[in-house]
């Protein structure tokens, strides 16, 4: 019987990295759905349940479940079979959470990924590339990183 040798880690890869990315994808649900709201609500004029579970690819539950995280977080506001709001700080998140989108985006195009790659892609990359790194990328692209100066 042949034992697998297992190669160590590669060089590079710091200590915690694993860490760092499942707290990314605790922060990624939030900052897809904040972001959700403020394009439905701008497009539409208001956002129900059912319009994020159809943008979203999820059943109602799923939403309802989200969005009651989002509530005790005070990101949205809403009330029984009334329509989702952004709080303030809701609508801070979802304009920097676009923002970086916009400059990963941005950055994909310019290294010549073909656009609708460039925005798959960005769409993933956006929620774990660190500060440095999207600040390196906004310098790149000779833009400036966000308004009120968050990335």
Request: hydrophobic share 35%.
């Amino acid at each position: 019987m042949s034992h697998r040798h297992w190669p160590k880690p590669r060089h590079g890869r710091p200590e915690g990295i694993f860490r760092k990315v499942r707290a990314d994808h605790a922060v990624e649900t939030t900052e897809d759905y904040v972001e959700a709201v403020s394009d439905i609500v701008h497009r539409r004029g208001e956002c129900r349940v059912k319009d994020l579970a159809g943008l979203m690819g999820v059943s109602h539950v799923t939403v309802s479940r989200i969005v009651t995280r989002l509530l005790e977080a005070r990101l949205v506001e809403t009330r029984p079979y009334r329509p989702i709001r952004l709080t303030a700080e809701g609508e801070r998140l979802a304009a920097q959470s676009r923002r970086r989108h916009e400059i990963v985006y941005s950055f994909l195009l310019a290294l010549g990924v073909p656009d609708p790659e460039a925005g798959r892609d960005a769409e993933g990359i956006e929620h774990h590339v660190g500060g440095e790194t999207l600040s390196r990328m906004a310098q790149f692209l000779n833009t400036p990183l966000a308004t009120g100066g968050q990335p």
